[in-house]
């Protein structure tokens, strides 16, 4: 599916540097990025480069030490509703079942608990845990963990979800399993993503763009846009090896 030419979110120079009697530490650098509306952009660097940092101010975690940020040309300031975020550590409450995790964006604001009940039933069905719903997060395994978290952010009535190294805690098979599902999620009810990761062939596998990242302080070294390669994409093609290759000869292996 093509993407339109709508900017639905924008960073304009982002730069975050922490400040301390130690000495100060440059996170970002100057970050400057558009991303289009339904795209699945991946950013990629090295551990520890910035990339978590660069997500975080985007959801309104961290606050930018200079520039902007914009969704649908609108400057935003800190948290934003129609920002959601799905985290490395699986962040769900454990206390909840799968149900009462994912209906907390909606309770929060009030909304009637049959309608949350409702479309929290419809996105738990479209992660593929019908009939887990009464389940606690001790009785899922890693993958249904997250799938409980991305159901949650889909409820929140985000029309962006950041995905900061989400499957970076999985076991490998898992890890394929949920490529596959975090697409089919993607193509069935189409959101704004911006997925971070450290891992090549994960970026090359589901970005429709991939921003490579220096190490820090991060700045944007290369956009590769990566609509040449069809979907699915089969990850021992030519075309495919050939991209790998090109992003790992430009990758910054890690930190000085």
């Known amino acids: 599916m093509p993407l339109d030419g709508k900017i639905k979110l924008k960073a304009e120079h982002l730069c975050k540097i922490y400040f301390s009697s130690k000495g100060d530490m440059d996170a970002v650098e100057d ?9 699945f952009l991946v950013i990629l660097g090295p551990g520890q480069c910035g990339k978590s940092v660069f997500l975080n101010m985007l959801c309104g975690l961290e606050e930018p030490t200079n520039g902007k940020i914009y969704r649908d040309g609108t400057e935003i300031h800190g948290t934003d509703e129609k920002i959601s975020m799905v985290f490395q550590r699986m ?17 929060y604001h009030g909304v009637n608990k049959n309608v949350r009940r409702q479309s929290g039933m419809r996105f738990l069905e479209m992660v593929g845990l019908k009939g887990f719903e009464g389940s606690y997060p001790r009785q899922l395994s ?3 963990k997250q799938r409980v978290g991305i159901a949650r ?19 490998a098979q898992t890890r394929y399993q949920m490529q596959d599902e975090i697409l089919r999620i993607w193509e069935k009810d189409r959101r704004t993503i911006l997925f971070v990761t450290n891992n090549i062939e994960e970026a090359i596998y589901l970005g429709d763009r991939i921003v490579l990242l220096s190490k820090r302080p ?24 050939e991209m790998r290759k090109e992003i790992t000869d430009a990758m910054d292996l890690g930190l000085e």
């Open 153 to 171: 952010a889909y409820n929140a009535d985000a029309e962006i979800l950041l995905m900061d190294e989400p499957f970076g805690a999985l076991d």
């Open 218 to 241: 991060a700045v944007v070294k290369e956009i590769y846009d990566l609509s040449h390669l069809p979907r699915p994409r089969d990850n021992v093609s030519r075309s495919f090896m």
């Open 91 to 107: 962040a769900i409450m454990p206390w909840k079942n799968s149900m009462q995790n994912v209906e907390m964006g909606p309770k």
């Open 31 to 39: 970050i400057s990025l558009e991303v289009k509306e339904n795209e």
């Open 142 to 144: 890693g993958g249904m």
